[in-house]
């Protein structure tokens, strides 16, 4: 039997669900294997010596998940890094964008349904100031994307894992899977997503939106852009940006919105009505993204 | 003095663990439930463009992500104006359908049934869903299988199964065709049989554990839910509050929540704790949820799940046992099958008239930035666990200046922290505490069912703790955490 655990740091826990998802296939995948330590499913309180395979969702947010993380990387023969918090940190990261302060104030001291209060400091773990993707604090064997992967992808990989194979993983961005016609249009406005309503045959960048889809590893079959919404970037930078030291998601959208509209940079650039949660939304956190020469990410955090 | 620790709790969502103080004598002297875990969504969602709320919200929280999504949708309805056409009300209604079929049986069969499946005192090692797969595998099909159902209603519906996307500020981005109509028609109906098997095998459960029923987690409180007109409502309806009694204290709309909850904090817990504003705190302690909901209705509107209600309100009246919360999410469940069949039946619901959009463009960031037009928009929904508040207040391009959640679990956080003590206290003497022991003060909390995820949107960190290492030229080569 193969040992299986599952860890969760700071996340939501939509990863844990998506093995879930596996449904009747999970059965399956119980046949050969034997998950020793899942806070969600099982009662063992102690992560077990000899974990075959780990997965670990989440960011590392505060010193538990820092010392949880650490213990699971020494029990584990394979350590995977599961969903884009692991990854880039995810939509956690976003809490970057604000420095520590701001936040608690907002939280225990200056918020209309709180009486003002002291940030709690008993018994609960200490935090830390920024938020730290779990693939950046532990050694990782495999890196797995997605918010959450989907259950096709958990399929073709984790169960070829189990059964000693090497597992087949897709390479591709967002755009390959995405059935939208990309075409030069002569416009010279963006849209908010609250404005107008976009053309379902037409991808969403040739109509002035703004859709990651070009810039995004895309293991989800593009299901947003097929169900009438941009792609937000949750599967993590595209290998492309993640290989080439001068591409970044930043400018690969505002090239892309340039070359599709009759727009110069500039104006791309000055339309472009929110960074932080548009542009990077899935991958502030990230050390990878934040330490390209081209990254506007360093403009954006405060720490 | 010594101190027990039960960490972390599991079978529940998130992080959390039970302190438990002894005296010298054995005797329990204080307990408290603690939640260990925080974010930051209500800060960081300022400076974003209200309609992405939608999409970044949900991640607050993996297993109850749709009630997220359309607790904030609506909140952007609001802020814009905007009145969602009829088709897309019902489409998100049954989202939220697809939502609570799987949350519920997600909860009851693969995390709280274990304890009276297999026993409070059974191996801890066989005490979950693994071990209900070995001793009856045809339960575990059963719960895979109307999970899957809700998973399939919300990925229709939603585009996704998990972490949806489709609701948006005005409507929805997705009808739904005739021939996924079709098929999730299938699907619902069987989920409802499937259900009323599950309902088979549960319900003697609460009467062979009645012991377990009526001791453990005592705590009485004030209820709070939404209603429409006194009848079970997930997707809308004003807020009510009734008192242990039952009788009605309080019913008000979304956009008035200040009024009526204020949230305390308490030093040992990253989660604050709701009360009702107006009776202060402790003493307004209230609770929301399945048990909650059915006590401050006074009807269910479907067949099955209403002869459910009837025989429930026959034997417990105004039910205050926590344990009864499973028995009360068993019969929302049955509502939420036989409602999304309702649904799917409707004519309306493949219709293609899903959005109301805004008139003129909206006002540019630059503009906004001299204007004093502000915008604000609450929204609120009964999620699996209870209501969940989205209030959202933006300048005039529609930018997020402040956004505030108030999530289910919190508004149970004081009930858990009662019940963990109360329980300690009536149970635990001398210094052999057995395993099975300090699991029924878990059960006390698992039966909430409480999502820290969600309740742990909250904050970041404190004190630098980070040190980095730079080469000469200024490249980051190091980064320790200390």
Not at chain 1, 60 to 89: M, P
Not at chain 2, 305 to 332: C, M, T, W
Not at chain 2, 367 to 377: F, I, P, Q, Y
Not at chain 2, 384 to 405: C, E, F, V
Request: net charge negative; hydrophobic share 35%; with cysteine.
């Amino acid at each position: 039997m193969v040992k299986i655990a599952l860890e969760w740091l700071a996340s939501c826990s939509g990863c844990e669900i998506s093995v879930l998802d596996l449904h009747e296939d999970l059965l399956k995948l119980l046949d050969n294997a034997e998950i020793v330590y899942a806070p969600v499913l099982v009662d063992t309180k102690e992560i077990p010596d000899d974990i075959d395979i780990a997965l670990v969702s989440g960011s590392v947010r505060n010193q538990e998940n820092k010392r949880r993380l650490g213990e699971l990387r020494e029990k584990s023969k394979i350590l995977i890094a599961y969903g884009t918090c692991a990854c880039y940190g995810g939509i956690t990261g976003m809490a970057d964008l604000y420095s520590p302060e701001e936040v608690t104030k907002r939280i225990y001291s200056d918020n209309p349904s709180t009486e003002p209060s002291e940030v709690p400091s008993e018994v609960v773990p200490e935090l830390l100031p920024i938020v730290h993707p779990a693939g950046e604090l532990a050694e990782i064997d495999y890196y797995l994307p997605g918010c959450p992967p989907k259950e096709g992808v958990v399929k073709d990989i984790l169960i070829p894992l189990i059964n000693g194979e090497k597992p087949n993983i897709p390479k591709k961005s967002v755009c390959a899977d995405c059935s939208r016609k990309m075409e030069h249009k002569e416009f010279n406005t963006l849209h908010r997503r609250v404005e107008g309503e976009p053309d379902p045959e037409k991808c969403f960048l040739s109509q002035g939106y703004v859709c990651l889809g070009s810039a995004t590893l895309g293991r989800c079959g593009a299901l947003c852009t097929r169900a009438g919404i941009p792609c937000h970037g949750c599967g993590g930078p595209s290998l492309d940006i993640l290989r080439e030291p001068n591409h970044d998601i930043y400018n690969c959208i505002i090239s892309r919105i340039t070359h599709l509209s009759k727009m110069p940079e500039k104006e791309v650039e000055k339309q472009m009505y929110d960074i932080g949660h548009l542009i990077y939304g899935f991958c502030i956190g990230s050390s990878i993204m934040e330490d390209k020469k081209v990254s506007l990410i360093p403009q954006l955090v405060k720490k | 003095m010594k101190q027990i620790e039960v960490n972390p709790v599991t079978r529940i969502e998130g992080h959390a663990k039970i302190t438990v103080q002894m005296d010298d004598d054995g005797n329990v002297s204080d307990a408290h439930f603690h939640v260990m875990e925080i974010r930051g969504f209500e800060k960081f969602l300022e400076g974003a463009a209200v309609e992405e709320a939608p999409r970044i919200t949900p991640r607050i929280c993996g297993i109850c992500q749709t009630a997220h999504h359309l607790s904030s949708a609506k909140a952007t309805d609001a802020v814009f104006g905007l009145e969602p056409p009829e088709t897309a009300k019902k489409l998100r209604e049954l989202m939220l359908m697809g939502q609570y079929i799987h949350s519920h049986s997600l909860h009851f069969y693969f995390l709280g049934a274990p304890d009276l499946v297999m026993g409070p005192d059974s191996d801890p090692a066989e005490r979950n869903v693994v071990g209900i797969i070995k001793k009856d595998p045809e339960l575990a099909k059963m719960a895979i299988k109307t999970r899957a159902v809700g998973q399939r209603i919300t990925a229709a519906v939603g585009g996704k199964p998990i972490h949806p996307v489709t609701a948006v500020p005005g409507g929805q981005s997705k009808a739904l065709s005739a021939e996924e109509r079709d098929e999730l028609l299938k699907d619902a109906r069987n989920a409802v049989e499937l259900i009323e098997n599950g309902l088979k095998i549960a319900k003697p459960l609460f009467e062979e554990y009645s012991d377990a029923v009526e001791s453990l987690g005592p705590v009485k409180t004030y209820f709070g839910g939404l209603t429409d007109s006194g009848k079970l409502s997930f997707y809308d309806g004003s807020m009510k509050i009734v008192d242990k009694d039952g009788s009605a204290v309080h019913e008000f709309e979304a956009a008035d929540y200040l009024d009526y909850i204020e949230e305390k904090v308490q030093p040992w817990s990253y989660l604050k704790f709701p009360y009702l504003k107006q009776v202060g705190f402790p003493d307004g302690n209230y609770r929301v949820g399945p048990l909650a909901r059915l006590n401050i209705v006074d009807s269910i509107p479907t067949e099955n799940a209403s002869a459910l209600y009837d025989e429930f309100k026959d034997k417990y009246g105004v039910a205050q046992n926590p344990l009864l919360y499973h028995y009360a999410r068993l019969i929302e469940l049955m509502y939420a099958g036989e409602r999304a069949v309702e649904l799917l039946e409707d004519q309306d619901i493949t219709g293609t008239d899903i959005i109301s959009t805004i008139n003129e463009p909206l006002m540019t960031r630059k503009d906004a930035e001299t204007s004093d037009v502000t915008m604000r928009g609450v929204g609120i929904i009964e999620a699996p666990r209870g209501s969940l508040i989205h209030d959202y207040q933006t300048d005039g391009a529609g930018i997020i200046q402040k956004a505030n959640l108030i999530v289910a679990t919190g508004q149970n956080n004081l009930s858990m922290d009662i019940g963990v003590r109360e329980t300690a206290k009536a149970m635990i003497h001398g210094d052999e505490i057995s395993e099975g022991l300090k699991n029924r003060l878990e059960m006390v909390i698992r039966a909430y069912d409480p999502c820290l995820s969600c309740a742990t949107h909250m904050l970041n960190g404190e004190s630098p703790l980070v040190v980095d290492l730079h080469d000469s030229n200024g490249k980051l080569f190091k980064r320790e955490i200390i």
